[in-house]
């Protein structure tokens, strides 16, 4: 596995490790969205599937990384939030602090999540599936809710269009009710209007109809709306 030394620019993808309450904060999660199946595509190091099963959600996981030795990916998980949490520490002026108050605590939040992610995937290895996106290994209409945390858009300068709306579609055909994906700016704040408007109308074209909806988290500057896509309106 390829390990990134330099912290001042997220030159590869961060396997970034976020906890269930910021899920809940980002995605506007409600108890009765844990109650059915859900996706969390890329799972990255989150806590998110640990923490949701533990109150009885069925949840999967999806990203390459699950490729890797679960031990190994474990200790990356750790040195991945270190580098995550410098990189915002280092650009402090981008991001607004009042969810995390400082760079500090924010450290804290994610090497909790990332601990519990790695205690989590060796002892539940099959809520975590390696699959890479645009091709997921699960049957049509398999989750009732599929989450999309800080990949799509976020790497908008290496994902190109192309890639968004096959990325789209291909968790539309896995997905029955809401596909919700966060933030809607790249990873050094810009957003990403252009792109977002092309995708709603392809995806608007196919049948599947989307909407912006506001959330209340906000790291990123302005990053203050999820995309949601309702493929079971079709
Ligand atoms: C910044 S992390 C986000 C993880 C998690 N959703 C969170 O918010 O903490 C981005 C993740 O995307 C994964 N990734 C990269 N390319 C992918 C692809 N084609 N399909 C699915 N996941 C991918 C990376 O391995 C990495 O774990």
Redesign the pocket.
């Known amino acids: 596995m390829k390990r990134p030394t330099e912290n001042d620019v997220l030159g590869e993808?961060?396997?970034?490790?976020?906890s269930l309450t910021e899920y809940r904060a980002i995605f506007e999660l409600i108890d009765a969205d844990l109650r059915g199946r859900i996706l969390?595509?890329?799972?990255?190091a989150?806590s998110f599937v640990a923490e949701a099963a533990e109150l009885g959600a069925h949840v999967l996981a999806?990203?390459?990384?699950y490729a890797n030795p679960p031990a190994e990916l474990r200790e990356l998980a750790r040195t991945e939030t270190e580098r995550g949490s410098a990189y915002a520490g280092s650009h402090h002026e981008r991001y607004r602090w009042d969810f995390y108050g400082d760079p500090d605590r924010l450290q804290a939040i994610r090497l909790t999540a990332a601990t519990r992610f790695g205690d989590d995937l060796l002892a539940n290895p099959g809520h975590y599936i390696a699959a890479?996106?645009p091709v997921l290994p699960f049957p049509d209409n398999t989750f009732d809710l599929a989450l999309s945390?800080?990949?799509l858009f976020?790497y908008a300068d290496r994902l190109d269009a192309d890639f968004h709306l096959a990325a789209l579609l291909e968790l539309a055909r896995v997905t029955t009710g809401e596909i919700r994906l966060y933030p809607l700016v790249d990873h050094s704040g810009r957003p990403q209007d252009d792109l977002i408007a092309r995708l709603r109308k392809e995806v608007h074209d196919k049948g599947i109809p989307t909407e912006l909806r506001p959330t209340h988290y906000e790291f990123h500057r302005g990053a203050t709306e999820m995309l949601v896509l309702r493929p079971n309106r079709r």
Do not use: E, K, M, N
């Open positions: 993808f961060l396997i970034s490790a976020r969390d595509c890329p799972g990255g989150a999806a990203d390459p990384v890479q996106l945390s800080h990949l976020t």
